[in-house]
């Protein structure tokens, strides 16, 4: 229970912080910030700051801003007073059912959330001089969610702005059927710390309890956006998202696929960091990358400002590590225009590794197999939600191994050759390898890093899969397509491939005393494939 308090404590604390900082409003500012209570759905009291601009004449574009889980409705205040005082824009950030004040209880970005959003857009038409015909909605996180889903119910809303939001909820927190521990128990931790549950969201949480997932992933169709994507075409919504490589709530590899299906005006911003910390900050109303490309969104899609956002390339990555640069491409598929293409071969010893190592070889070997302990972990791991992808963004510390440290016994590595020349990795690594388990349940880790000359792993992508009623002792061919990432491997280092079957960020199946064999046939032959981009000196 500490463990949990401590890591709630630790995510939490930015958002918190961001709402907290928020500037109270002065004079003379160019913003009026005024507290309403708007009714909501059912007849629900949901508080909001209403910034209304000042010197601006005539009806004036909306945004509304859901707040984010386990926030209030000051986190956007200092965002929304630069985007009045400076833009024009009437604001309305409100507290979202069931957390803090508001009324009601948290529906997990449900109908009722969706019905809200719209109840306070019509406030604001009747309330505000605002325009009916320029309307838009941004949110961090949990804002971002109940922004794109009430964009796809309501053809009023022209523009929305995402910032770590989600597409498919079921694949953020149970990708490849596996749980995503830590950031189901923060979620739940906080919603009864700084809310009010509501019925499916406790129902959800007794099955948990009891290791039944099924609740929830027959309520997350409902709730992601994904399965409304031909309503967001057919309202013709222009789509903002910005999102980080090593967000651990809601990952980036859901969003891309949702980013490809998109047939209307969109943009997507890819930079290191992890939940919410790209944008945190922006929201408080200091300078920030994000939310100066989501002003720009809206002044071109609600006020019509000839700005180039309908010009420009809209997919902008920048690396997760070195500190470079932004990177346009027409679209997600143009991020990767090459790869580095290996075989995965038997682990063995030799005469300079006494540990079982295979090769990432230039052919496939098939006709090998290798066993492995399962239920135990090696000191490979994806790391802490928030801390690791915030060192990551910050101070430009990856999640780290020592190669030589993990222990062979209960896990498979794999090296490939030294890179003659800095080479970018940018796209989703994919692993194709034959999986023998004496379990019927299975989970299995992998990990992509880049090693230096003296065996130390900066972590670059990973990816959790679990085999689900698989028929122990049979050979199972598994595809993994691991997270995507643009990341730069400097000139001397190697990729290596590890894959074991435990990891602290969540929640694993499998026994101690278990075995589970990786291997390569004729039909399946064992592989990893690495996309690769233009190197940075290459682009402009």
């Known amino acids: 229970m500490r463990r949990l308090r401590t890591l709630c404590t630790a995510v939490l604390a930015p958002l918190l912080m961001v709402a907290l900082l928020a500037p109270p409003a002065h004079a003379g500012t160019g913003a009026r910030v005024t507290h309403e209570t708007i009714t909501g759905h059912g007849g629900i009291d949901i508080p909001a700051k209403v910034i209304t601009p000042t010197g601006y004449e005539g009806p004036r574009p909306l945004l509304v801003m859901p707040s984010a889980w386990a ?89 929305v702005g995402a910032m770590s939001g989600w597409a498919d909820l079921a694949e953020s927190i149970y990708a490849n059927e596996t749980i995503s521990y830590q950031a189901v128990e923060l979620l ?24 039944n997932v099924q609740p929830a992933l027959d309520l997350a169709p409902e709730r992601s956006v994904s399965t409304k994507v031909d309503a967001l075409n057919a309202n013709g919504t222009a789509v903002m998202i910005g999102h980080a490589w090593n967000d651990g709530i809601f ?61 420009e390339d809209p ?41 079982r190592t ?14 492995v302990g399962a239920g135990r972990g090696t000191v490979a791991e994806s790391g802490t939600l928030l801390l690791s992808g915030a060192l990551q ?30 080479t970018r990795v940018s796209g989703s690594p994919e692993v194709d390898v034959v999986v023998t388990p004496e379990a019927a349940d299975q989970s299995l880790y992998f990990y992509l890093y880049a090693v230096d000359r003296y065996g130390n792993g900066a972590l670059v992508t990973h990816e959790p899969y679990t085999l689900r009623d698989a028929e122990p002792g049979a050979p199972t061919e598994v595809e993994v397509r691991m997270e995507p990432v643009v990341w730069d491997v400097p000139a001397g280092h190697r990729l290596a491939l590890v894959v074991d079957t435990e990891d602290a960020r969540y929640t694993d199946t499998g026994s101690r005393g278990d075995r589970v064999e990786f291997g390569s046939t004729e039909q399946a032959p064992a592989a990893l494939s690495v996309p690769t981009g233009p190197a940075p000196g290459d682009l402009a």
């Open 358 to 371: 295979g090769g990432l070889t230039g052919e496939p070997e098939p006709g090998w197999d290798y066993g």
């Open 251 to 311: 990952p980036p590899g859901q969003l891309t696929d949702f980013y490809g299906e998109l047939t209307g005006p969109k943009r997507m911003m890819l930079s290191a960091g992890d939940h919410a910390t790209p944008e945190a900050f922006g929201a408080v109303g200091l300078p920030n990358e994000t939310w100066s490309e989501l002003n720009r969104w809206f002044d071109h899609h609600l006020k019509g400002a000839d700005n180039g956002v309908d010009t």
């Open 188 to 211: 739940i931790a906080a919603g009864h710390l700084t809310g009010t549950p509501g019925e499916e969201l406790l129902e959800m949480e007794r099955e948990y309890r009891k290791g």
């Open 71 to 159: 926030t209030n409705d000051l986190l956007y205040v200092g965002a929304a007073k630069r985007l009045a005082h400076e833009s024009g824009y009437q604001v309305v950030s409100y507290t979202s059912r069931g957390f803090w004040d508001s009324g009601g209880a948290i529906e997990v970005a449900g109908p009722e959330d969706v019905a809200d959003a719209r109840a306070v857009i019509d406030w604001a038409l009747e309330n505000t001089d605002a325009d009916p015909d320029r309307i838009g909605m941004a949110g961090i996180s949990y804002g971002a969610g109940i922004s794109m889903l009430t964009a796809a119910e309501d053809d009023r809303v022209k523009a």
């Open 393 to 422: 963004q910050f101070a430009d510390i990856p999640t780290g191994v020592s190669l030589p440290l993990v222990n062979r016994s209960y896990a498979g590595v794999w090296t490939g050759p030294r890179l003659p020349e800095e």
């Open 315 to 355: 997919v902008r990555v920048k690396p997760n590590n070195g500190g470079g640069g932004w990177a346009s491409f027409p679209d997600w598929d143009a991020v990767s225009d090459g790869s580095l293409d290996y075989g995965l071969s038997e682990p063995t010893r030799t005469w300079d590794n006494w540990q």
